[in-house]
């Protein structure tokens, strides 16, 4: 038996153990999840869902398990994989939090989070994933990405966030800094406007290690339109954005960004949600070309019972 099949078990067997204690909460939940992400590098990455949430009391309150299969392929390699999750989301006082922990079967992998509910939103964060490069995705190495995140309310229709991060590739001695900051300007309350200010910057202590993009130093600016509203029971967004970016010593160059989600409203107990989007940032297996981009969308679906 391999390690993923192995790993599986293993925490699928702690399932029942958990349902037993979640006696008192009778509803259930299936969940499917597709995401794909592509750019003009040639790189796809697709990963396919399916889960089993065996407490299930809100969006924000619910206990599972997840297998995920991914598949990441470029010009002239491809490689599959399967991944077992255990998810869920909960409470703890005022603060809401959300995460899953699993394996690939050779690698630990996972994501979580944890915020509060005041006005002064803060936010703690960790992800653990694939190098999603061919050297990567071949070796096993993982990155692993954290950070903390502020919302500051200034006035009525002034706002902004601060985060910080750090990132580690998984192989050399690279240690990325993340630093963003965002002000925000309510334009159209009721119509749910706003104007944004989007700036980041990102500091690499080593280059050139491995197969993934390192510029050094990458700085963007962006002035974007965001729009959010429910109209209906649907909770639409999109954003809009063009500014300037600068890659390393090279020349600033123009930016842009697209963005577009939907959640719908509940249906005979069934959601769902799609996310997509479009940016010329360079991704982490991209490249520093004036020509390039990167899309992505994902659709999740989510059934009670």
């Not at 991944?83 to 899953?100: D, F, I, P, T």
């Not at 580690?168 to 309510?186: E, Q, T």
Request: aromatic share 12%; proline share 3%; net charge positive.
């Amino acid at each position: 038996m391999s390690r993923a099949l192995m790993t599986l078990a293993v925490l699928c067997a702690l399932a029942p153990a958990a349902l037993a204690q979640e006696r008192g909460q009778a509803r259930q939940a299936v969940t499917s999840e597709v995401m794909a992400s592509s750019d003009s590098d040639g790189n796809h990455t697709t990963k396919v869902s399916l889960g089993w949430d065996w407490r299930y009391a809100a969006p924000d309150q619910w206990s599972g398990v997840q297998v995920q299969d991914a598949d990441f392929r470029g010009d002239g390699w491809r490689k599959r994989e399967q991944r077992v999750y255990l998810a869920g989301a909960g409470a703890a006082g005022s603060w809401r939090w959300e995460g899953k922990l699993g394996s690939n079967g050779d690698r630990l992998l996972g994501s979580g989070s944890i915020h509060s509910q005041d006005p002064y939103r803060k936010e703690l964060f960790v992800e653990r994933d694939v190098l999603e490069t061919r050297q990567g995705v071949r070796h096993g190495w993982v990155q692993t990405y954290a950070g903390a995140a502020l919302d500051v309310p200034f006035s009525d229709r002034w706002s902004g966030t601060v985060l910080g991060g750090l990132q580690n590739f998984g192989v050399g001695d690279n240690l990325r800094v993340h630093l963003r900051a965002y002000l925000i300007y309510a334009l159209l309350p009721q119509q749910g406007l706003s104007l944004q200010l989007r700036t980041r910057y990102y500091h690499d202590s080593h280059t050139g290690e491995a197969d993934y993009y390192t510029p050094g130093e990458y700085r963007q600016a962006l002035g974007v339109l965001a729009w959010r509203r429910n109209v209906g029971g649907y909770q639409w967004y999109a954003r809009a954005g063009l500014g300037r970016q600068r890659s390393g010593s090279d020349a600033w160059r123009q930016a842009r960004l697209l963005e577009f989600g939907l959640d719908t409203p509940q249906w005979k107990q069934a959601w769902l949600r799609l996310d997509a989007g479009y940016s010329d940032m360079p991704a982490i297996n991209g490249s520093a070309d004036s020509g390039y981009d990167y899309r992505y969308a994902q659709l999740q679906l989510r059934y009670a019972f």
